[in-house]
């Protein structure tokens, strides 16, 4: 019997066509040998010699790089907590309040949650003498309170999901609460975990907002890439002659 195409196997194709060919374009044209991204001017690797002459472009990714693996790792270990408690205990004082708190960063624009940080860390600095400088920290800070809100969201959907029938079990025949969390729950949210791990990272250098404002000129890869696409389309402008 022949496999058919099915509607909904035609439309997870145009989906993933729709996904993934613009990054398929994008890497082609990285080989392009012209300045212009319109122009095929033959294939060349001289873009990525000059990436990796440039050591103030790799200290600004090695520096996200690193703030996103510890961002991530502390928004799923939050998101994880928040996930537990949202989706185990059906009733108690303030969960309305809490789950609004928790899906807050879904739905505010990004300026206004990174100037609210701002002014959180400035009216802290002039009150408790903490923290005295923003950098690193800062950022770190503000992309875990923004990534424990898709990490929450992501872990909850896979909890809902996970048989509590196998945790009373393993409870009824003597295991602790904390036993059955990483022997029993852990392992059957793990995927859940993985992806929240892989999704953060990625929304990195989509979050300016909260990269930008938290820090003061920390040469990270977004504050870099802002600053130089200024600085490249003031001076297109000031070329340009009507």
Same mark, same amino acid.
């Given at each position: 019997?022949?496999?058919?195409? $099915?509607?909904?196997?035609?439309?997870? +194709?145009?989906?993933?066509?729709?996904?993934?060919?613009?990054?398929?374009?994008?890497?082609?044209?990285?080989?392009?040998?012209?300045?212009?991204?319109?122009?095929?001017?033959?294939?060349?690797?001289? &873009?990525?010699?000059?990436? =990796?002459? #440039?050591?103030?472009?790799?200290?600004?990714?090695?520096?996200?790089?690193? +703030?996103? =693996? &510890?961002?991530?790792?502390?928004?799923?270990?939050?998101? $994880?907590?928040?996930?537990?408690?949202?989706?185990?205990?059906?009733?108690?004082?303030?969960?309305? !309040?809490?789950?609004?708190?928790?899906? !807050?960063?879904?739905?505010?624009? #990004?300026?206004? $949650?990174?100037?609210?940080?701002?002014?959180?860390?400035?009216?802290?600095?002039?009150?408790?003498?903490?923290?005295?400088?923003?950098?690193?920290? $800062?950022?770190?800070?503000?992309?875990?309170?923004?990534? !424990?809100?898709?990490?929450?969201?992501? +872990?909850?959907?896979?909890?809902?999901?996970?048989?509590?029938?196998?945790?009373?079990?393993?409870? #009824?025949?003597?295991?602790?609460?904390?036993?059955?969390?990483? *022997?029993?729950?852990?392992?059957?949210?793990?995927?859940?975990?993985?992806?929240?791990?892989?999704?953060?990272?990625?929304?990195?250098?989509?979050?300016?907002?909260?990269?930008?404002?938290?820090?003061?000129?920390? *040469?990270?890869?977004?504050?870099?890439?802002?600053?130089?696409?200024?600085?490249?389309?003031? *001076?297109?402008?000031?070329?340009? *002659?009507?």
């Amino acid at each position: 019997m022949k496999n058919k195409i $099915t509607f909904s196997n035609m439309i997870l +194709i145009l989906g993933l066509v729709f996904l993934y060919l613009p990054m398929l374009i994008l890497m082609i044209y990285s080989f392009n040998e012209s300045r212009l991204v319109t122009v095929w001017a033959g294939f060349s690797t001289k &873009w990525y010699g000059e990436l =990796f002459e #440039d050591q103030q472009l790799l200290a600004a990714i090695g520096m996200s790089l690193k +703030i996103a =693996f &510890w961002s991530s790792c502390m928004a799923v270990v939050l998101g $994880t907590m928040a996930a537990f408690v949202m989706t185990r205990y059906n009733r108690f004082r303030g969960k309305t !309040a809490f789950s609004s708190m928790i899906t !807050a960063p879904l739905v505010m624009p #990004d300026v206004i $949650t990174g100037l609210s940080l701002l002014l959180l860390f400035v009216a802290m600095a002039n009150s408790i003498g903490w923290p005295e400088e923003r950098g690193m920290l $800062t950022i770190w800070i503000a992309h875990v309170t923004f990534c !424990a809100a898709y990490a929450t969201v992501v +872990i909850s959907s896979r909890l809902r999901e996970v048989d509590r029938s196998i945790e009373e079990a393993a409870m #009824d025949l003597g295991a602790t609460p904390f036993k059955t969390f990483f *022997q029993i729950t852990l392992p059957g949210i793990a995927p859940a975990l993985a992806a929240g791990c892989c999704l953060l990272p990625c929304h990195w250098t989509t979050w300016l907002s909260p990269a930008l404002f938290p820090a003061r000129e920390q *040469q990270h890869y977004p504050w870099l890439y802002s600053h130089r696409y200024a600085w490249g389309s003031l *001076q297109k402008s000031m070329r340009w *002659q009507p």
